[in-house]
């Protein structure tokens, strides 16, 4: 094997390319948290989205001529109508109750979204609580209670609508709705 005859011309340029391959090393590393992050979150705004259901029922009391009172699971994701990051392809897991008794009829529960990045935004809902100043959003009220993640310190109110969409195929009592929200947020 012969020896390899490195004049100071050449050692200089294998330095500056190991010197610029390391400095190249040393960006990707310091940018690198950025992308994998994603965008940041802004800190409040409005945003329009619609989550699309599908509701299982869980469990039903009925006591013919008194009342009714179902436990539902729902299911589903969400879209946001600007196109915007913020509130879109979520997943939505919900638990409620359904009462009809007479003329009180109504649905409360919480619900929970999920990002691809695992962090959560937790809200409760009530079908009687209204915000007349969107009659468009007549069906209930979420509220924004907490979150995990980019998510912690949130909290808004999200006034939204039920519309009914065509049943899932099979048996069981499926039912699906598309319920788009007119959200109100802010991260402290």
């Not at 610029?20 to 590393?29: E, I, N, P």
């Not at 009714?68 to 729902?74: C, D, K, N």
């Not at 879209?79 to 009809?100: F, I, P, R, W, Y």
């Amino acid at each position: 094997m012969k020896p390899i005859d490195l004049s100071i011309n050449a050692t200089a340029a294998i330095a500056m390319t190991l010197a610029k391959a390391t400095l190249f090393a040393a960006v990707l590393v310091a940018i690198a948290p950025a992308v994998a992050l994603g965008e940041p979150v802004e800190k409040k705004g409005t945003t329009p989205y619609v989550t699309h259901f599908i509701f299982k029922p869980l469990m039903s009391i009925d006591i013919a001529g008194l009342g009714t009172a179902t436990s539902l699971e729902a299911v589903g994701t969400t879209q946001n109508m600007k196109g915007e990051k913020m509130l879109d392809k979520m997943s939505a897991h919900c638990t409620a109750l359904n009462v009809a008794s007479g003329d009180k009829k109504y649905i409360d529960g919480a619900c929970v979204l999920a990002d691809s990045d695992g962090d959560k935004i937790f809200s409760t809902f009530d079908t009687r609580d209204l915000d007349k100043s969107q009659p468009k959003m007549d069906c209930g009220t979420h509220i924004i209670t907490g979150g995990t993640g980019k998510y912690k310190g949130i909290t808004g109110s999200e006034p939204f609508a039920c519309i009914t969409m065509p049943a899932p195929a099979g048996a069981g009592g499926y039912f699906a709705m598309d319920i788009p929200h007119n959200t109100t947020w802010e991260i402290k």
